[in-house]
T-cell receptor
Framework: GNSVTQMEGPVTLSEEAFLTINCTYT??????LFWYVQYPGEGLQLLLK?????DKGSNKGFEATYRKETTSFHLEKGSVQVSDSAVYFC????????????FGTGTRLTVIP | DTEVTQTPKHLVMGMTNKKSLKCEQH?????MYWYKQKAKKPPELMFV???????INESVPSRFSPECPNSSLLNLHLHALQPEDSALYLC???????????????FGPGTRLTVL
């Protein structure tokens, strides 16, 4: 079956620190992988995506590389800001079936000045 | 423009009320989705419409009734809800909604529903 496992939060970092949020997946086929971000009181925003192995998705200083050999899609940012405080969801979508999104449990990030 | 709009932003209703949630997109997307999100949990898929036809119903109770009047609009009709139905209801859309093709879902801001 399909599933996504994210590192447990919450994560608290100081401004300008390096961020890694781990995400691993299990899929029956060749999924597309996504990171969504949810700011307090808002809906989900697509942060970045990768559709095949070795693809790197990047946006707003965040990046993640689709690693088929380790079934991972870890999110990284070199220098976080207070405005990055949010919940981050890793998700996958299989190409072989309906376009269901399978979400991880979410990781809450708090960045302190 | 990757905007999905949802109304109302907040809704409070009693268990005997009938209300509707509305979702709209003007990106020409052919698939639309309803999700339910409880606090500190990921979204859970409820319904999927593909080319205005209901393609997935994730065993949602009949007190939730979806409707897709056209390719831009998606409604969720609510009747006789329970307090445990209180949640953030998210709408999403994606360009193709066809099996076998990678699609990206774009989410609206959600409707926060409270059932008293």
């Amino acid at each position: 079956g399909n599933s996504v496992t994210q590192m447990e939060g919450p994560v608290t970092l100081s401004e300008e620190a390096f961020l890694t949020i781990n995400c691993t997946y299990t899929a029956t086929g060749y999924p597309s992988l996504f990171w969504y971000v949810q700011y307090p009181g808002e809906g989900l925003q697509l942060l970045l995506k990768a559709t095949k192995a070795d693809d790197k998705g990047s946006n707003k200083g965040f990046e993640a590389t689709y690693r088929k050999e380790t079934t991972s899609f870890h999110l990284e940012k070199g220098s976080v800001q207070v405005s990055d405080s949010a919940v981050y969801f890793c998700a996958l979508s299989e190409k072989t079936g309906a376009n269901n999104l399978f979400f991880g449990t979410g990781t809450r990030l708090t960045v302190i000045p | 423009d990757t905007e999905v709009t949802q109304t109302p932003k907040h809704l409070v209703m009693g268990m005997t009320n009938k209300k509707s949630l509305k979702c709209e997109q003007h990106m020409g997307h052919r698939a639309m989705y309803w999700y339910k999100q409880k606090a500190k949990k990921p979204p859970e898929l409820m319904f999927v419409y593909s080319y205005e036809k209901l393609s997935i119903n994730e065993s949602v109770p009949s007190r939730f009734s979806p409707e897709c009047p056209n390719s831009s609009l998606l409604n969720l009709h609510l009747h006789a809800l329970q307090p445990e139905d209180s949640a953030l209801y998210l709408c999403a859309s994606s360009p193709r909604g066809v099996a076998g093709v990678t699609d990206t879902q774009y989410f609206g801001p959600g409707t926060r529903l409270t059932v008293l």
